[in-house]
């Protein structure tokens, strides 16, 4: 039981525009969500990070929002840069430690 | 401020070896989890280690353990080596006790032969 999912295994966008990578989950308990990018054969990057009791976090050009209703999060790159292509993965954490729960990831292809 | 250090990078083993595996996480940081990352299974946890005690536990057989230090380095074991096992090993390391940010070493390419 796939309990945060990454619907889209793929995202090609054009240079300058925005980018929108979505992750769902299932366990409401989830109160920490976090996004990370990856290259092959390397640990994954930390980008940004919420907790439940917000419903929006801002850092630079990324900006995560969270729809806890909806158990719903994205993540929005503007303006995407050719660096940004890479996978991405959303990963949720329960209140009681950090153990991370990862989406399938995301393949997100910045075009020049 | 180094990162999470991981050694070695790259491993060979035959099967029915074991294997340990190596984690240094940022100073000051007390919390090391450890990952695996296949092509069919995803990014998929193992174990957490705060406090030189085991606090959370994924769903993998018992020839997966772990351990962490006083220093809080962590080192993991994975015992009679099967095909399967090969794969991104990957080490976290956070602040403190649950919800904070972890930040991922290089990772260990184990190749099982």
């Known amino acids: 039981d796939q309990q945060v999912k990454q619907n889209s295994p793929s995202l090609s966008v054009q240079e300058g525009r925005i980018s929108i990578l979505n992750c769902d989950y299932t366990?409401?308990?989830?109160?920490?969500f976090l996004w990370y990018k990856k290259y092959p054969a390397e640990g994954p990057t930390f980008l940004i990070s919420i907790s439940s009791i917000k419903d929006k976090n801002e850092d630079g050009r990324f900006t995560v929002f969270l729809n806890k209703s909806a158990k719903h999060l994205s993540l929005h790159i503007v303006p995407s840069q050719p660096g940004d292509s890479a996978v991405y993965f959303c990963?949720?954490?329960?209140?009681?430690?950090?153990?991370?729960?990862f989406g399938g990831g995301t393949r997100l292809m910045v075009k020049p | 401020k180094a990162g999470v250090t991981q050694t070695p990078r790259y491993l060979i083993k035959t099967r029915g070896q074991q294997v340990t595996l190596s984690c240094s996480p940022i100073?000051?940081?007390?919390?090391v989890s450890w990952y695996q990352q296949t092509p069919g299974q995803g990014l998929q946890f193992l174990f957490e280690?705060?406090?030189?005690?085991?606090?959370n536990k994924g769903n993998f057989p018992g020839r997966f353990s772990g351990r962490q230090f006083s220093n809080s380095r962590s080192e993991m074991n994975v015992s009679t080596l099967e095909l399967g096992d090969s794969a991104l090993y990957l080490c976290?390391?956070?602040?403190?006790?649950?919800?904070?940010?972890?930040?991922f070493g290089q990772g260990t390419r184990l190749t099982v032969v």
């Open positions: 976290a390391s956070s602040l403190a006790g649950g919800s904070a940010e972890a930040f």
């Open positions: 990963a949720a954490s329960l209140p009681s430690g950090n153990m991370l729960t």
């Open positions: 280690y705060f406090s030189e005690t085991q606090r």
């Open positions: 100073s000051g940081h007390r919390s």
């Open positions: 366990n409401s308990m989830f109160d920490y």
